[in-house]
């Protein structure tokens, strides 16, 4: 059994990120950290691989820097990394980044699940995990805060609105956990030596079999023309209550078109 655990690296969140003036993309330094919201779903798929006897390997796209990240994740147990970095992803967006991944996943074969986290901290739209399922052609299950396998079952606790539901689905699957759904393990000093020997396929898209005019800005259909500061937050509006105050309020509320 394979299981692939997408997985982010990403600039270290304490430190203050700076953007390129020009392309306004983030800069990304060589010291990237494993996003944290990545770790959970390492982890689950580190359990899951320990009670089935599966190979854990790390999908990843974006600038490779010195492999950081990567390694945490590889520290913690997972068997091998692919890591599509390439110059022509630059700008790329979600859907992009989600064929990179499904392609890459793809042609490593006969991977049985694949897990992800809900969110990435710096990207945070949400819909990398359905859109590789979807181009998977696979069934996509999404915040997912427990889950197990029974033979080919995969079996998800989804959050929901009011509690959560059960879901089955039968593998392969493509499962989203979310942050909290285990206890991501520290690395031991035998998990960080042994990373620094595991195999790290490093394909460019061209590898992938995705065309150069396909990914990047272009491919994404987008362009980043501007990026401003947010406002600085203004003193707002005091209501001193002398028995009228609600009326103040109602006007403010209808003024902001709120009701
Ligand atoms: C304007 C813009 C510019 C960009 N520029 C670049 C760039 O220059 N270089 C570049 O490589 N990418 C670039 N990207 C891609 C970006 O870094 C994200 O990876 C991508 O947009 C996915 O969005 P997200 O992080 O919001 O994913 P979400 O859907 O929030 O992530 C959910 C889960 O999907 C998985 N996932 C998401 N992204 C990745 C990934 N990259 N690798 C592995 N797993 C992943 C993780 O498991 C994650 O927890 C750019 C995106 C945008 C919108």
Redesign the pocket.
Known sequence: MKIAV???QIPDPATPYSLDPETH??V?PNDQVL?D??RY?VEMALQLAEANDAEVVL?????AGNLQGVRQALAMGADKAIVVDDEG??????LV?AKV?AAAIQQEGGVDLVI?????T????????QQIAALLGLPALSFARKVELDGTTLKVERISATGYDDVECPLPAVV?VTSGAVEPRYPTFKGIMAAKSKPVEQPTAADLGIAADAIGEAG?G?E?TSVEDAPSRTAGTKIVDEGEAFQAIVELLEKAKVI
Not at 59 to 63: A, D, I, K, L
């Open positions: 997408c997985a982010k993309f983030v990304r996003d919201t990545d779903g999908v990843s796209m974006g600038p992803l630059r700008g790329s967006g979600a980044t991944l992800t986290g809900t969110e990435s710096d990207g945070y739209t949400g819909v990398v995990p989203a994404s987008q980043i």
